[in-house]
Every structure is written in C-alpha cells, then in structure tokens.
C-alpha cells in the first residue's frame, strides 16, 4: 500500500488547515479535551459544525442524490484528523453512524427527514446500545420493544448505560430485542427516537475524564413502527457496520502523535537533579519506544483506511487491530508521560509550573476512556482471534 497522500489529497488538507485557522477559537479548539470536543454542547460549538457543513464536508462522501459530494474516504480521513489534532469537534456520529445507516438501510421517509438535517448539522444524536449487563457485547442487549397494533408502534422497556450526549442530543439512535426467541444476534431491532418522549429519562454520569456520560431508562416509551430502521431483528448487523466505522473515526491518530511531541519536546529540554533529560539512557530508550509504536498504530490506520476504500465486505479485522493497538498504546503513552514527569506530572492540567503545563495527568485519565469505547480491547481481541484469526469461540 501507499503511505503516501496525492497533490489533490496535500492540497485539500492545506484547505482544511487553512479554515482552521481562520476559524481558530479556543473555546472550540482545545487539546487537552483530549478527542472529546465532540462532546461539548455549545453556541459556538454547533456554529463551527454549521461552517463545516456549508464547506460541503459533512457529507463528502454521501451519494450525490443526498446531498453528498460522493467523494473518497481519504478525504473525510484527512479533515477528521486535521480537526483533531487542535482538539476541534470532528464531523461526529450524525454524519458517520447514522447517516450512512441510513442511506445503505433506512426507508425514504427516514432519509428525507434526517439526511438533510444531518448535512448542515441542524440534529444531534445520542447512541444507545450498551446496557448495565452487556457492557461492549451489543449482541447480549436486553432492552425490550413489543410491538403494540393498536397503535401502529413499539413499546421499549429498560435501560441503557453510557449513552454519549443524551443529555443534549435531539435524538436517540437505540438497538432494542424485539424478537426475544430468536438467537441473540438476530433478535435486535434499530430505532430512531426523539429525546423528549414520555417516559424517557436521562441521568448524567460524570466520568474519570471530566466529560459526561449518561443513564438512560425507558419507561413504556413508544415509536412509531416508521421510525424503525431498515428490517426487523437486522439490528445487530447494522450496528455492526457502523461499530467498523466509529472504531476508526472516533479515535483518530492525530490527537496521540500530538500528545506525543509534547513528551518529545519536554525531554529535549528539561533537567533532573541537574542533568538533561535527554541524556538518560533510560528516558531515551523509554521515547525510542513510543515513538516507533506511534508508527505502527499510524500504519495501522493507514491499511484500514487503504481496505476500505478498496470495496468488498467492511474491514473489521483491522477496524478492530487498529482500535485496539491505538487506544492501548494511547494509554502506554499516558503512562509513560506521566512516569517520566515525575511527581509533577500528577499536576493538574492548565498548571503552567508543571511539566507539560499539567498535560500528562489529564491524558493519564482520558486514555482509559478510549480504551472501552467503541467496544472494549477484550472485545476487539476476540473479533480479531474469532474473525481473523480464525480461532474457535471458546478457544
């Protein structure tokens, strides 16, 4: 494969560079959310998104027919990295997730109602598939959906836990079983649900990294039968596609490599006990480390990128190898900075007396986050030991 990015491709990253910088606002851009700006509700947040979407960006790779630009994927490769690396909001999960669910799987009604809205980012979602007894196996959810055919629709019961944004999103995008006898994968239906109906309710949960995470219950919700998407107990398949997508997407390279030059740079100039850094053979052989390991977790992304652009079934094999490598050596990295800091790298981050201004301990509490999102590393290890390497499941 190439490791190479074409003139057309360099110049289009120079354009996202260049809108960054003129759009550049540190209440919108910050590094040190680590990846998570994604997740912050504001004015200036959704009006930057709103930029993004009269770019044309949102939907580069959509089918013209709605509304995309039917653009390779290296491109939204290209600008979702270019955003994370000045900690920006990414083009998120309306533009990923849901919407290309919907263009592959969801009914006229659906994409006419969503897909326009999602293009100028006028509609937020929240995604509901883990549950308190399922954790990342989105196989194993319980949550119950009966169908009621006096009213034309279903009726959830349950519980969902971690649902990103559903303390501020419009929508919830919800796998529930509605078909509890059949075997698990094939029992699960997908729907479309506004936040404010009856019967929901959101209970934030703060969490290690200073972010917000949600409890959702469902109390004898309903949803009319036209907002399930695409075919009855296909659920689990649907969300299968996307889970390749968002393991990739959301937990970009750009933000690590970024982290990465901050150890690298404090190295080269800090001292111990009178001695520079960098000249400790320990400290040196600790950077040589992260630093070919940030090459692999680079690589990796690169080849999933190459696979899936070369068509055929989706790349989960290596959606799942490249999760697990970066998300792993992004808290190695963690560690690691916070190590070599010393006792001050337990500074909070913004303290500017500190090494890396504090850096090293707000990523010390981010990176575990990373690791379970997305499906956790014990899931990606069985995807890839049962899928790619062909091993038994009880193995």
């Not at 390779?72 to 900690?87: D, K, P, S, T």
């Not at 994409?111 to 598939?129: C, M, Q, S, T, W």
């Not at 990294?209 to 009319?224: K, L, S, Y």
Request: net charge negative.
């Amino acid at each position: 494969m190439n490791f190479e990015f074409s003139e057309k491709q360099q110049a289009f990253l120079k354009e996202v560079q260049d809108f960054i910088e003129v759009h550049r606002d540190p209440e919108v851009m910050d590094v040190t959310r680590e990846n998570m700006a994604q997740l912050v509700d504001t004015p200036k947040r959704r009006a930057f998104m709103k930029k993004l979407g009269e770019q044309g960006w949102l939907g580069m790779t959509w089918p013209k027919e709605y509304g995309g630009g039917e653009g390779e994927g290296v491109y939204e490769f290209l600008l979702n990295e270019a955003l994370a690396r000045v900690g920006a909001p990414q083009i998120g999960k309306g533009v990923g997730i849901i919407g290309k669910t919907l263009i592959r799987h969801g009914s006229e009604k659906l994409k006419r109602e969503f897909l326009p809205k999602i293009l100028v980012n006028d509609v937020e979602f929240a995604v509901g598939y883990s549950e308190p007894q399922a954790g990342s196996d989105a196989a194993a959810m319980q949550l119950k959906a009966e169908y009621d055919p006096a009213r034309k629709g279903w009726v959830l019961n349950g519980q969902k836990i971690f649902t990103t944004s559903a303390h501020f999103a419009d929508w919830n995008w919800v796998g529930a079983r509605t078909d509890p006898d059949q075997p698990k994968h094939k029992g699960i239906s997908l729907f479309l649900m506004r936040m404010d109906q009856p019967g929901l309710e959101v209970q934030r949960m703060p969490t290690l990294g200073d972010e917000i995470t949600n409890q959702v219950f469902f109390n004898d919700c309903f949803v009319d039968e036209e907002y399930m998407v695409g075919e009855r107990g296909k659920g689990f398949q649907y969300i299968s596609e996307a889970l390749d997508l968002e393991r990739f997407t959301m937990f970009t390279y750009a933000p690590i490599e970024q982290r990465l030059e901050v150890l690298q740079a404090y190295v080269r100039s800090a001292e111990r006990d009178g001695e520079p850094l960098k000249d400790d053979p320990i400290i040196r052989s600790k950077i040589a480390q992260l630093t070919a390991q940030a090459e692999a977790a680079r690589c990796l992304g690169l080849r999933f990128l190459s696979t899936s652009m070369a068509g055929g079934a989706a790349p989960t094999v290596q959606s799942s190898q490249y999760k697990l490598f970066a998300t792993e050596f992004s808290k190695r990295l963690a560690n690691e900075s916070v190590n070599i800091a010393g006792p001050g790298g337990q500074l909070r981050v913004h303290t500017e007396e500190g090494p890396m201004a504090g850096r090293s301990e707000m990523t010390y509490r981010y990176t575990v986050i990373d690791t379970v999102g997305g499906g956790a590393s014990e899931i990606q290890k069985n995807i890839i030991a049962r899928r790619g390497l062909g091993l038994p499941k009880n193995f």
